[in-house]
């Protein structure tokens, strides 16, 4: 039964790796007119580094008056052939890192569009920290590997077979003693493997781990300092990193007992090629030049032995990130549909608003239960919608819901402008402006956090944004007004400041339809009030959408919808009344 389970194991093992493999080889043919070039030059300088060796015979041989080549001849043979190798392996490294960043910067923006266009419940299984390990490291790993695997792995056997071809020429019981080691490192290679490819996709995770638990770290700095939990953070850390080391150490341990006991063998016959080479040379067979050829090829095919088994660790090193960037290059992406309804309502909008209509809306996230049932809701041009009703009872998916982050499993959600219609989907985000729950604001000025969503505003525009959302009044005494610097998360702001201006940035994208999810739940009554009455006499036709727990607003608004075990029901000014009386 155990050797069933292995068998089974090593044949998805190989079945994963042969994937793995296409995968990286769909972008090597991508370049592949580049990577000859580079395997050529890469040839042409190995060729050369043979040659340089031969030329050294040559010389010394003519140094010793046993050669025919003249000195000079065989000086400058030798000279030309290392230059040129030193020539060769420059513009290698030039072409090489060339193609890589080109390689690099191509599947890293296929990987970062594929995670923007992603079905946002795919992404849940994502820690973002493991996203952008993914995105980096193992990128880097897999482009190195698309372009330098296959040249390196025939640049080094042209060196082996060359070196060997030469010393066999010369004397093949010298090439048969410089093989020696070449039994020991197979068999070696085969456990190397095993546990090379076992490592480097725990390392892979490891790092990953420790990214995405130093990002959510910074991402709550604040939680955490709050909470007097900064040590048990550290501990954590510590923790992450001994297991870190403990791998390490592990594959370190056994790195450095093979490569002991390769470089034992590989001292062993360079000592026999020696000693064969001394007797050789001791018994009048061969010359100075060709003792000293010996040695030199002797060691460049031991070396390009070594290299082509090292290129295996390397190997394996990028097929495990590729297979660990493969499942995000797969993740679903969402559906966006060309409907030209969408367009005719964004026309229709600027004179008749858009409404927001759900009919018998079911919705349940993959993972759990229903969270919503049979519900219907609307929200007409000009009209302030409150959704209320506890924490998690899901107000904030019906947000989702229309943003079309999540979809319906059943009945109908439409956005509709005088008399037409069209179903919500990715394609009507752009009649939405949306502020989200906590704080939204980006590092960086003022300006820039408006420009994000209207590149070309003017700093009047960006003005008036501001005073809509009773920004301004704190903008224009900051020390240089809407060009203000501030931190990430808003760092700077009080919480109140940086809902506003989030605020404000929703208010300058003028889209018809404007959704605020908790999002004046910072501000005071007074300037919540404030705020949405501003946002209504800036444009009479914008659809305003309210999710909040606080009662306060629910007097100016049209309609008031309340949200509770799983359904949603209209509440009257009567209650409304009485929500007002208990808060």
């Known amino acids: 039964m155990e050797k069933q389970d292995k068998a089974k194991r090593e044949k998805q093992s190989l079945r994963m790796t042969l994937t793995e493999l296409k995968w990286m080889y769909g972008y090597a043919k991508k370049y592949k007119h580049f990577v000859l070039i580079y395997l050529v030059i890469g040839i042409v300088g190995t060729v050369m580094s043979l040659l340089s060796a031969l030329a050294t015979k040559y010389l010394i041989d003519a140094v010793t008056g046993t050669g025919d080549m003249p000195i000079v001849n065989a000086a400058c043979f030798m000279v030309g052939m290392t230059f040129g190798n030193i020539a060769s392996k420059a513009i290698c490294s030039r072409i090489g890192a060339k193609i890589s960043v080109k390689v690099q910067n191509e599947i890293q923006y296929e990987i970062y569009e594929r995670i923007m266009g992603a079905e946002w419940e795919s992404l849940n299984e994502y820690r973002s920290g493991d996203l952008l390990n993914r995105l980096n490291s193992d990128v880097s790993t897999v482009a190195n590997g698309v372009i330098t695997l296959i040249p390196s792995l025939i640049t080094h056997a042209v060196q082996f077979i060359g070196s060997f071809l030469l010393i066999m020429h010369y004397d093949y019981i010298m090439a048969l003693i410089a093989l020696a080691t070449a039994p020991v490192t197979l068999i070696l290679s085969k456990v190397l493997l095993n546990r090379m490819s076992e490592y480097s996709r725990e390392m892979r995770k490891m790092s990953s781990d420790i990214m995405a638990f130093q990002d959510e ?61 001394v007797y050789r040379l001791w018994s009048g067979i061969i010359t100075f030049g060709t003792m000293t050829l010996f040695l030199q090829l002797a060691s460049r095919l031991s070396s390009a032995f070594s290299q082509l088994v090292s290129t295996v660790p390397s190997a394996i090193s990028a097929l495990a990130s590729a297979g660990r960037i493969m499942p995000v290059s797969e ?69 989702r819901l229309m943003l ?122 007074a300037t919540e009030r404030r705020v949405l009455k501003n946002i209504i006499k800036a444009n009479p036709l914008k659809t305003c959408i309210v999710t909040t727990h606080r009662p306060s607003v629910l007097s100016m608004c049209d309609r008031v919808y309340k949200v509770e075990n799983t359904g949603v029901i209209e509440i009257d000014e009567q209650e409304c009344e009485r929500m007002l009386m208990d808060f």
């Open 331 to 399: 993740i679903e992406q969402e559906e966006i549909l060309f409907r030209k309804e969408a367009g005719e309502i964004e026309k229709e909008a600027i004179k008749h608003g858009v409404s927001v209509e759900f009919k018998d809306v079911s919705f349940a996230y993959k993972a759990g239960s229903d969270v919503l049932k049979n519900i219907s809701i609307k929200a007409n041009p000009g009209e302030i919608v409150a959704i209320v009703g506890p924490s998690g009872e899901g107000k904030t998916t019906l947000i």
């Open 217 to 277: 770290s910074f991402q709550n700095l604040e939680s955490v300092k709050s909470f007097g939990i900064s040590e048990r953070y550290l501990h954590n850390m510590v923790s992450l990193q001994d297991k870190y080391k403990s791998k390490y150490l592990d594959f370190n341990s056994f790195s450095i007992k093979t490569s002991v006991l390769m470089g034992t063998m590989g001292s062993l016959v360079s000592f026999a090629c020696m000693g064969w080479g």
């Open 404 to 525: 079309s982050l999540v979809h319906t499993n059943e009945g109908t959600a439409l956005v509709k402008s005088n008399g037409k219609a069209c179903k919500i989907g990715a394609q009507t985000r752009k009649l939405f402006s949306y502020v989200p729950q906590g704080n939204t604001v980006l590092p960086g000025s003022i300006a820039d956090n408006m420009r994000i969503v209207k590149e070309n505003a003017s700093d009047s525009q960006i003005k008036e944004a501001l005073e809509t959302a009773c920004a301004y009044e704190f903008v224009e005494k900051m020390p240089n007004g809407i060009n203000s610097q501030i931190g990430e998360q808003g760092k700077g702001l009080s919480e109140g400041q940086a809902q506003r201006i989030s605020i404000a940035r929703a208010v300058i994208k003028d889209a018809p339809i404007l959704l605020l999810d908790e999002a004046t739940s910072a501000l005071d009554i």
